[in-house]
């Protein structure tokens, strides 16, 4: 089965900068595969349009046939990412953040509470669940932001 296949894929920003232009590749279920390049070589930005977090300006990608751009969601439900800086919020707690990404993908306060809980636990963040997201090292951030789709 493909997982991706990305197909003439061009983006480019609003202030007029082509981060990718013409980007093609097909990568096969279980198939390892990463990115190299310089910086503002397009690496983040490919990521994100394979993620749904941005739109292609011209081109296709799927994602186990779905189209992130168009099901975002279905697509966070499949993976997820950690960039170098996780997107999350500085002003709550490692479990508030948690609970808060919990809600978003369905839970009631009380299964998503527990289910923060158990997470922390099997990412060895038991003691800085109650600390603000801004005292956690880079390490500890990235951990909690591949999980929190968990």
Request: charged letters at 20%.
């Amino acid at each position: 089965m493909k997982a991706v296949i990305a197909n003439n894929l061009i983006k480019i920003y609003p202030n007029g900068n082509k981060a990718l232009n013409d980007v093609s590749f097909i990568l096969e279920q279980g198939e390892v595969f990463g990115f190299l390049g310089p910086n503002g070589a397009g690496k983040t930005t490919a990521v994100k349009l394979l993620n749904g977090m941005l739109s292609p300006t011209g081109g296709s990608c799927r994602v186990f046939d779905v189209d992130p751009s168009a099901k975002p969601e279905h697509i966070h439900r499949l993976s997820g990412v950690v960039t170098e800086h996780a997107q999350m919020y500085d002003h709550l707690t490692g479990v508030q953040n948690l609970v808060f990404y919990g809600k978003l993908f369905g839970l009631n306060a009380v299964d998503s509470g527990k289910r923060a809980l158990a997470l922390l636990s099997q990412m060895e963040l038991t003691e800085a669940k109650d600390h603000k997201l801004s005292a956690y090292s880079t390490g500890m951030r990235q951990r909690l932001s591949l999980w929190r789709g968990q």
